[in-house]
């Protein structure tokens, strides 16, 4: 991943694949791709109001992944008692494996430790191997299980990871 350009508002890189990919915060336009990325990951979604809520709410932590000027991925964050936590994170299904979503979360660590944060915690499915196999390349470690967490009655692993 090679960064060429950095500022406090926008990070362009290159993906994996050689296309460039443009980081920058959620404006409320990226509505309708933020759902239906979100849509295309979750059995759950995320209502669209409830989006922007967090937008509303997280707005230095709501990260957009662009390519060509679409949206093709995305990170919500939030500071709870100074320790992070990851609300959302979902790639486009035919861009993922390009290090987007390694890159939303690299962005996300190093806003939420500007924040002073030194840990980070998130939730996943017991069943989402793919996703706990992202983070755990990412440096989490498993820090317990959390009994019929999701609507669906199914347990959530709690990940953390210092940062
Ligand atoms: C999890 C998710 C965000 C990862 O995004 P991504 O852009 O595809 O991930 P990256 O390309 O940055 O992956 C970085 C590394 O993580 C690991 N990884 C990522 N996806 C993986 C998968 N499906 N299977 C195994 N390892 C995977 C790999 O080691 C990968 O590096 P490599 O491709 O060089 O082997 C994406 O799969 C996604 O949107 N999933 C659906 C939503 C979701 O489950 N979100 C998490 C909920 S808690």
Redo the contacts with the bound molecule.
Sequence with gaps: MHKVVQNSFENAFYS?KGSMVLLREFIIGDIGRVYEIESR??KDPYHPVFLLNLYETYPRTFLVALENEMVV?YVISRTINAAGHII????DPI?????????LMVETMKRLRGCGVNNIW???RKS?I??I??YR?LGFVKGGIVRGYYSDSEDAIILRRLI
């Design positions: 994996g990951s979750f991925g959302a994170i979902a790639v861009k993922r494996r390009r290090e987007i979503g390694k890159t998130l939730e996943v989402n793919d996703a196999e992202f390349k």
